[in-house]
DNA sequence: CTGAAAGCGCTAACAT
DNA sequence: ATGTTAGCGCTTTCAG
C-alpha cells in the first residue's frame, strides 16, 4: 500500500473507455473544449470517482516547465524577508506556481550552490533577494535566458526586472520631516556601497539634503560594512566621536537605528532629547522600542507580490520585456523625532 | 539558445563513447564501484568539462523519489517560524532534499489545499508546523504511509514521530522562577485547547503549582482562543477585572505576555511592580521591550533541524519507527518578573 | 563490468 | 473530435 501517486491518466482512460491523451486534453484547460461535452463529464466524473491527481514530475519532464520557481534570500530569520516570501508565494500562487527558497547567508559560493540545485530541479525562473550592484548570477541568468526577477535590492545590470523600494522617496520623506522639526546638520549613517540599497539610500540622502537647503557636511555620512546593529553601534560612536554637532541621524535601515540608539546612550546622550533618529524599513516591534522608531515603512508583502506576478508573466510571455518597478514608502513618525529646542 | 537542461547523459555517453545506463552508473554514488575507474574519471571530466547537470525532474519520474518535502506553516511572518524553517532546511540539506512551503494561516481548507498540491508534486514526505491535536492531515498520512514529522506542536494521534518543546519543564522553570521570588498567587493566560502547545502548557501549569505546594485556584487560569496579543489583552483584562489578588501571570507565549503588559497598564498598574510577567518562546526583540520580558525559550532552530532530520530517517528507512522528541527549553530572565514586597 | 531494452506518466505532433 | 505514436531524461532489470 502506500503508493504516492497510484492512479494514473491510464487508470482513468481506460475505465473511461477512451484513450490517454483524450484524458489528458479534458484535464487541460486549453484543450478541454476539443473534446465533446460529455466526455469530458464522464473523464471528470471518472477521475474524481477514482482520486486522480496529475503526477507534475512527469509532466514537468515532458513539458521542460515545472511551475516551480527559485527564490534566494539571505536569511529568513531576518524580519525583512517573511513578508517578501509570503508576498511572492501569493503573487506566483494564483497561477499555480510553488517555490522553493534558499538561505545564502550573503555568501556568494552558497548562492551559486543554491542556483545550481534549483536549475537541476528546472525551476522555471529565479526571484532573487540576494542580488549585489554587481552581481554573477545576475549576468548568468540573462546569458542563458532564464526567467529572473530581483527584489528589495537591484542590480546595476540592464535588463533585468526589479521590484525595489523607492528609496529617494524615502529618504526625502525622512529628511523633510527632521527638516520640519528644525533639524539643519542631520547625519548619516549609510549601508553597504555594494548594495543597490545602501547607494540609492546614500545618493539620495547627499542629494536631499542640498535641495532642501540643509548644510551638506561630507563628514555627516558614516560607512558601514553591513547591515547591521553592531555596524550601526560602531559609525555612529564614530560620528560622535568627531564632534560634528549633528542634531538628527537619518539611519540606512532599522538594525543600524538600533545600533544607533545603543551608541547615543554609550555616549551619555538621550534620543530623542539629544539626538533624533529615522530608521528604514519598519521592522516589527520596532514600535515597541524606547523610544518607539520613527521609521520608513517599505511595502515588503507587496514588494515579493509584485515579484512574484512578473515572473509569472517573464515566463508564460517570454518576450516581455524587462521593468524596473518602484513602490512608495511611507513615513512613520514616532518617539525617536523630536523638535529641536 | 537558452534551453534550460541542454547536456544530458546521452551527450556525455556518446563523447566519452560509452553506454548512458553506464554514465547514470557513474554519476550515482550507489553504483559506482561496479564500473572500471578509468572510464569514471573519463565520464566525470566530460561531463564536467560539458557542463552536464542531472535532470532532478527525469530522475524523480523514474524512481518515485523526488528528494523534495513539504512543510506546512502557519504564517512565515510569525517570527516563531523563520527559525523552525531554516532549521528543517538545515536538517533536510545535507542529504540533498529540498522543502517546499505552504502557509496556510491555521486555515484547515488551505492546509487541505496545500497538502493537496504537493502531493502532485510528488512530495517525499510533510512537515507539519500547522498540527491540531486532532488533525485529519494527520490522521490521512498515517491512513497512506506517507512519511511524517510533527514540529512545534504534536497530535493526540499514536504512531506519529514529533520534534516538539519540553512545555512541561518550561512552565516548571517559569513556576518555580517565580516561586523563588516570593510569588504565590500566580495566574496563567493558556493558549487554544485545540493546539497541543496550549493545552500541554496549560496542564503542566496546574501540575507544577500543586507540585510546588502554591495556591491553586482555577480561577486564575484564563483561556484564550488564539496565541494572540489581543486575546492576551482581552483574558488579562478579565483576570484583572476580577479581583483576584495575584502577583504574577505566567503567559503561555509571548504575543498573549505582550497582551496581558497592555492590559496591566490599561487598569493603571505596573509590570512588573504590580505584576510580574513571563512569556514563552523568546521571540525577536522581547529583550527590548520595556521592561524585558522574562521568558522560556524554544531551541526552535533545532526543532526544526531535527525534524528534518528524521523525516530524512522516516523516508529513507521505511521501517523505523514513530518517536516523540521533546527537546529541553531553557528559562531567560529579564526585567518583567521581580521579587514580591 | 558494461550494453540493451524497457518504461516511469504525461503531452504533443500527426493522423484519421 | 479522438486515437496513434513517440519520447522528455533517467534508472534498472536483464543479458552477456
Redesign the pocket.
Known amino acids: 500500500m502506500a503508493s504516492r501517486?497510484r492512479v494514473?491518466?491510464?487508470d482513468v482512460a481506460d475505465r473511461v473507455?477512451?484513450?490517454?491523451?483524450?484524458v489528458?486534453?479534458v484535464?487541460?484547460p486549453a484543450?478541454r473544449g476539443?473534446?465533446?461535452p460529455e466526455?469530458v463529464a464522464k473523464v471528470n466524473a471518472v477521475a474524481a470517482e477514482l482520486g486522480y491527481r496529475?503526477?507534475q514530475t512527469?509532466?514537468g519532464?515532458?513539458?521542460?516547465r515545472t511551475q516551480t520557481i527559485g527564490v534566494l534570500i539571505p536569511d529568513i530569520t531576518n524580519p525583512l524577508f517573511p513578508p517578501i516570501i509570503r508576498g511572492i508565494e501569493d503573487g506566483l500562487g494564483a497561477h499555480g506556481y510553488t517555490a522553493i527558497l534558499g538561505n545564502t547567508d550573503n555568501i556568494a559560493a552558497r548562492e551559486t550552490e543554491a542556483v545550481a540545485t534549483m536549475r537541476a530541479r528546472q525551476v522555471d525562473g529565479l526571484i532573487l533577494a540576494t542580488a549585489r550592484r554587481d552581481d554573477p548570477i545576475v549576468a548568468e541568468c540573462i546569458a542563458e535566458g532564464l526567467p529572473l526577477v530581483l527584489v528589495n535590492r537591484t542590480a546595476d545590470a540592464d535588463g533585468v526586472s526589479s521590484i525595489v523600494n523607492d528609496d529617494a522617496l524615502g529618504i526625502a520623506l525622512a529628511v523633510r520631516h527632521l527638516k520640519t522639526l528644525g533639524h539643519t546638520r542631520i547625519a548619516h549613517i549609510a549601508g553597504p556601497r555594494s548594495l543597490s540599497t545602501g547607494e540609492a539610500r546614500r545618493r539620495s540622502f547627499l542629494e536631499i539634503i542640498k535641495a532642501e537647503g540643509l548644510e551638506a557636511d561630507e563628514a555627516l555620512v558614516a560607512e558601514t560594512s553591513a547591515f547591521s546593529e553592531d555596524e550601526g553601534l560602531r559609525a555612529c560612536a564614530d560620528l560622535i566621536a568627531q564632534d560634528l554637532e549633528f542634531t538628527a541621524i537619518v539611519a540606512a535601515n532599522d538594525l543600524i537605528a538600533l545600533g544607533a540608539y545603543e551608541a547615543i546612550s554609550d555616549a551619555g546622550l538621550t534620543c530623542p532629547d539629544d539626538i533624533s533618529v529615522t530608521g528604514f524599513n519598519d521592522m516589527p516591534f520596532v514600535d515597541r522600542l524606547t523610544p518607539p522608531l520613527t521609521t520608513v515603512r517599505i511595502p515588503h508583502y507587496e514588494l515579493g507580490r509584485e515579484a512574484g506576478r512578473r515572473l509569472v508573466e517573464l515566463i508564460e510571455t517570454p518576450d516581455s520585456p524587462a521593468r524596473a518597478t518602484t513602490l512608495r514608502p511611507e513615513l512613520i513618525v514616532r518617539g525617536s523625532t523630536v523638535a529641536v529646542t
Chains 1, 2 share one sequence.
Open positions: 501517486s494514473t491518466i491510464r473507455g477512451v484513450h490517454p491523451s483524450t489528458s486534453r484535464l487541460n484543450t476539443r473534446i465533446t466526455i496529475p503526477n512527469a509532466r519532464l515532458r513539458t521542460n
